[in-house]
């Protein structure tokens, strides 16, 4: 990858984790705000608590995210960044636009996914 790819793959990394961070935030907003709209009966309790455990899931997922940019944040600073973790080979620049937190190639992303690591 060109010097100028990894600059816009950096700012768009950084992007999209002050995205995250600010669904997080939201969705966190959102989960201390269920149930407290009055007094709920047993359906809104339900509801509620499922709407809770969504949230709390999306929550994760999110975590993850953030987790996988930072580690492409990361690999940038090392100078590893759009190389394969697994075969040390590029990883196709089309891949890293689509992905750009990849840390495998297709090839071997389907080998991981497979056989694990």
């Not at 269920?34 to 975590?63: C, F, H, T, W």
């Not at 600073?77 to 196709?92: H, M, N, P, S, W």
């Amino acid at each position: 990858m060109t010097p100028e790819q990894i600059a816009q793959a950096r700012q768009r990394l950084l992007q999209m984790r002050q995205e995250l961070l600010d669904e997080a935030a939201h969705a966190y907003a959102e989960s201390q705000s269920l149930g407290k709209d009055g007094v709920p009966d047993i359906g809104d309790m339900s509801s509620n608590s499922y709407n809770q455990e969504v949230l709390i899931n999306l929550s994760n997922a999110q975590r993850r995210a953030a987790n996988d940019i930072d580690a492409a944040l990361e690999r940038i600073a090392a100078g590893v960044y759009g190389i394969c973790a697994r075969c040390e080979e590029e990883i196709a620049p089309r891949r890293m636009e689509v992905r750009p937190f990849s840390r495998y190639c297709v090839d071997c992303k389907t080998d991981v996914e497979k056989y694990g690591e």
